[in-house]
């Protein structure tokens, strides 16, 4: 339940064939199933099963946040749309996060809104991107500038699915579990501390547990909030710095940059400190939120590809600006005044952030020698 919105989530092991079963009993006349190139070479197997017999159009892009533009939308709309599609087809996302997003959107624009159905193959989508309404690509200035809310038909998981993941991307969907953890339910951090210690985090008993977790904590904030304008605002929690430390270093370093997870793990620390800084958080507090990073295989420094100033200029443009009144040299953040007790303003989980905050914050994760690896 997500507000006003409710759909079902289905989530087992070794069920991929229950999975087409289920979508064909959609009664589509076409499927739409929206995808990347290394989704779809790692699952092709998968994605035949999912149609069956219902004719199926694959739209595969290079994987990355290039598939999340205007252009990658445009031509998906019109490949479908040449291809005959109907208002009894279905969407369906196969992969992570990004492929999810891009067919949301799809979904909901394709004849005002068609069917959609996500079955996410990374944890960061299962546990994160698929438990919301949100539904956004990219601008050339930002993340998620260009978006809608759209709520799907029904959310598939295989957890198995999640088992051949490589390494990196298995822990960056874990960073967001984390996040949940952290600033929404900390009595769930030590059946984290447990997963981590047994090191067995691509287990199918562990993902499920994790997958669980993770629909409980995000439902406890969007229950009554549908649009994520209010209390689901503390799901923003390490994005704002988060981020920019991933468009700054993909930039860069392109596909080889931070995986999202990581990129808001190293915001969470940035966030910690600040609210350190505040005399909101104790050094324990702080410190646990290194605890599970590193857990969790994250090195606590900025890429050496990524600059404070860099990430400083991207966050002057981050998407959450609107929801406080402007002030000059401020960014809205969301901090914690301690751990699952976000900061407020009013009743909004948001509080202004002068830059010299932000930056002294940085400045603390950036003396740190190493670099960011993951896995």
Same mark, same amino acid.
């Given at each position: 339940m997500i507000g006003e919105q409710s759909f079902p989530y289905y989530f087992g092991r070794d069920c991929v064939a229950e999975i087409g079963a289920a979508i064909t009993a959609l009664g589509p006349d076409k499927l739409v199933i929206v995808t990347d190139d290394d989704v779809r070479a790692r699952y092709r197997h998968h994605l035949d099963t999912l149609a069956g017999s219902i004719p199926a159009l694959i739209l595969s892009h290079p994987s990355g946040e290039s598939m999340?533009?205007?252009?990658?939308?445009?031509?998906?709309?019109?490949?479908?749309?040449?291809?005959g599609i109907t208002r009894r087809s279905v969407v369906v996302s196969f992969g992570g996060g990004v492929p999810g997003n891009l067919a949301g959107l799809m979904a909901n624009l394709l004849f005002r809104g068609?069917?959609?159905?996500? @079955?996410?193959?990374?944890?960061?989508?299962?546990?994160?991107?698929?438990?919301?309404?949100?539904?956004?690509?990219?601008?050339? @200035?930002g993340k998620n500038h260009i978006g809608t809310y759209y709520a799907p038909e029904v959310v598939f998981t295989?957890?198995?699915?999640?088992?051949?993941?490589?390494?990196?991307?298995?822990?960056?969907?874990?960073c967001e579990m984390a996040k949940n953890c952290l600033a929404i339910q900390p009595s769930a951090l030590d059946g984290l501390r447990r997963v981590i210690a047994a090191g067995e985090l691509s287990s199918p008993h562990s993902l499920l547990w994790l997958l669980d977790a993770s629909i409980a904590a995000k439902s406890a904030v969007t229950r009554s909030d549908t649009?994520?304008?209010?209390?689901?605002?503390?799901?923003?929690?390490?994005?704002?710095?988060?981020?920019?430390?991933?468009?700054?270093?993909?930039?860069?370093?392109?596909?080889?940059?931070?995986?999202?997870?990581?990129?808001i793990a190293l915001?969470?620390?940035?966030?910690?400190?600040?609210?350190?800084?505040?005399g909101w958080l104790s050094d324990d507090e702080v410190s646990v939120h290194y605890e599970i990073v590193t857990?969790?295989?994250?090195?606590?420094?900025?890429?050496?590809?990524?600059?404070?100033?860099?990430?400083?200029?991207?966050?002057?443009d981050d998407n959450k600006k609107g929801y406080?009144?402007?002030?000059?040299g401020t960014v809205p953040f969301v901090l914690l005044r301690s751990l699952g007790r976000p900061a407020l303003t009013g009743d909004l989980p948001l509080v202004p952030v002068e830059v010299s905050e932000i930056r002294a914050a940085l400045d603390v994760v950036a003396r740190a020698s190493a670099p960011v690896v993951v896995g």
């Open positions: 999340k533009t205007l252009t990658c939308l445009s031509g998906h709309l019109e490949t479908a749309l040449r291809a068609v069917r959609l159905v996500h @079955v996410p193959t990374t944890t960061i989508a299962a546990m994160d991107s698929v438990l919301s309404l949100k539904q956004a690509i990219n601008s050339g @200035v295989d957890v198995e699915l999640f088992t051949s993941l490589p390494d990196r991307e298995l822990r960056s969907g874990l649009f994520e304008r209010r209390a689901g605002l503390v799901l923003e929690y390490g994005h704002t710095t988060g981020h920019a430390i991933e468009i700054c270093d993909h930039r860069v370093r392109g596909v080889a940059g931070l995986p999202h997870g990581a990129a915001g969470m620390l940035v966030a910690a400190h600040i609210s350190h800084a505040r857990g969790l295989g994250v090195e606590p420094a900025l890429p050496a590809s990524v600059s404070v100033d860099d990430v400083l200029a991207v966050i002057a406080l009144p402007p002030r000059p």
